[in-house]
């Protein structure tokens, strides 16, 4: 259905044009941003859900839910993990990632990364507004969770969400070698 498709692009270059707007400090964490997120999130889990990768229906429905409080100015009251626990956490799952593919378990391994993806990005987010991490680290972070997502996007022929899974691993990976770059002239 092309509507669906053309939607899904229009979502995907939403987030992708926030996260460059962000990750560069051309804009901060504000209403613009938030914005953009709470719409890009509803128009790719439309075409997600057509496309029935639930990880990205998930993923979207969660990033557009803490958005909106973020432009709403709502002050998230709890506390669902420490940052200390997010990164043990995702080593495990990684282990239980690269034990599946060892044991031949390709498509259980992919579901299982889109799963860890899904994780990464809504708990670093989370950490980001909650102001747990830093910019630094929430690019770090998501330049592991957009390229541990790619293969099963692309396997599912939900080639918007690879693609920007592929532009925001680049965005995340140069913003965070630029940040690196920065902290190193200082010194």
Do not use: C, H
């Not at 044009?17 to 964490?29: D, M, P, Q, R």
């Not at 839910?65 to 709502?74: D, E, R, V």
């Amino acid at each position: 259905m092309l509507i669906i498709e053309i939607i899904g692009w229009i979502g995907s270059i939403m987030y992708l044009v926030a996260y460059f707007l962000l990750s560069n400090k051309i804009i901060e964490k504000d209403k613009l941003y938030y914005l953009l997120n709470i719409v890009a999130a509803v128009l790719v889990a439309i075409l997600s859900t057509y496309k029935n990768t639930m990880q990205s229906v998930f993923l979207n429905l969660f990033w557009g839910y803490l958005s909106y409080f973020a432009y709403i100015n709502k002050e998230f009251k709890f506390n669902i993990i420490s940052v200390r626990l997010f990164n043990i956490s995702i080593s495990a799952l990684l282990i239980v990632s690269f034990i599946l593919l060892l044991l031949k378990k390709q498509f259980l391994a992919l579901d299982t990364l889109a799963w860890i993806s899904v994780f990464v990005f809504i708990v670093s987010y989370y950490l980001l507004l909650v102001n747990k991490i830093s910019l630094q680290s929430f690019n770090i972070y998501n330049f592991i969770a957009a390229f541990i997502i790619i293969p099963k996007m692309y396997t599912f022929e939900n080639y918007q969400v690879a693609f920007v899974q592929a532009i925001w691993a680049f965005f995340a990976l140069k913003a965070y070698v630029e940040d690196l770059n920065l902290i190193t002239i200082k010194k």
